[in-house]
């Protein structure tokens, strides 16, 4: 069965202390992985997409890497507002042979950075 | 561009009541998907569409049908609301082509938060 599992469940952070953040997969059949950013009473927001193992990718302080089992993301030198929920997502091929993908979704890190 | 737009952002149902969340996306995108969100709980996939016309049901379909009449919109409707359908809702939509989405990745409306009483 298709699994994506996240740790912690919830981190806490003085401002520029930093961390990194796991997510563990078992898939047949990756195509592709997603991070994304969520905060309280909103949709989640595209982060990344890493689609081959040893692919890394960067944007301000955050940066997603890839292995055949796992993805991490290093968050350098956390400020207040990156406080949020982080959502991992793998991309599955919902029907063998079929062009039906489908995003399954860990269950996220919350992430509280202090000031 | 509005991107994907959700409405209405929240509603309160008496049980056994039907009620319809509309999604619109205005990027042409070819797929799009109806996912709900439990506290504490990853997204989970109630259906999707890889095009107009075509639509097939997620993990979690009981309860829920959708509808792909145009590339733009994909209404979910809820038929004899119940207590565990209470939950928010998010749409998203994307354009894959190969199995690839654009550097955008996936988009996510803002989301209809529903409670059913």
């Known amino acids: 069965e298709d699994q994506v599992t996240q740790s912690p469940e919830a981190l806490r952070l003085q401002e520029g202390e930093s961390s990194s953040l796991n997510c563990s997969y078992t898939?047949?059949?990756?195509?592709?992985l997603f991070w994304y950013r969520q905060d309280p009473g909103k949709g989640p927001e595209f982060l990344f997409t890493?689609?081959?193992a040893g692919e890394e990718k960067e944007k301000e302080r955050l940066k997603a890497t890839l292995t055949k089992k796992e993805s991490f993301l290093h968050i350098t030198a956390p400020k207040p507002e990156d406080s949020a929920t982080y959502l991992c997502?793998?991309?599955?091929?919902?029907?063998?042979?079929?062009?039906?993908?489908?995003?399954?979704f860990g269950s996220g890190t919350r992430l509280l950075v202090r000031p | 561009n509005a991107g994907v737009t959700q409405t209405p952002k929240f509603r309160i149902l008496k049980i056994g009541q039907s009620m319809t969340l509309q999604c619109t996306q205005d990027m042409n995108h070819n797929y799009m998907y109806w996912y709900r969100q439990d506290p504490g709980m990853g997204l989970k996939l109630i259906y999707y569409?890889?095009?107009?016309?075509?639509?097939d049901k997620g993990e979690v379909p009981n309860g829920y049908n959708v509808s792909r009449s145009t590339t733009e919109d994909f209404p979910l409707r809820l038929e004899l609301a119940a207590p565990s359908q209470t939950s928010v809702y998010f749409c998203?939509?994307?354009?894959?082509?190969?199995?690839?989405?654009?550097?955008?990745?996936?988009?996510f409306g803002s989301g209809t938060r529903l409670t059913v009483v």
């Open positions: 997502a793998v991309q599955a091929s919902y029907k063998p042979m079929d062009s039906s993908y489908k995003l399954i």
């Open positions: 898939v047949s059949g990756l195509r592709g």
């Open positions: 998203a939509s994307t354009k894959l082509t190969g199995g690839r989405s654009a550097n955008y990745g996936y988009t």
């Open positions: 569409s890889v095009g107009a016309g075509i639509t």
């Open positions: 890493l689609y081959s």
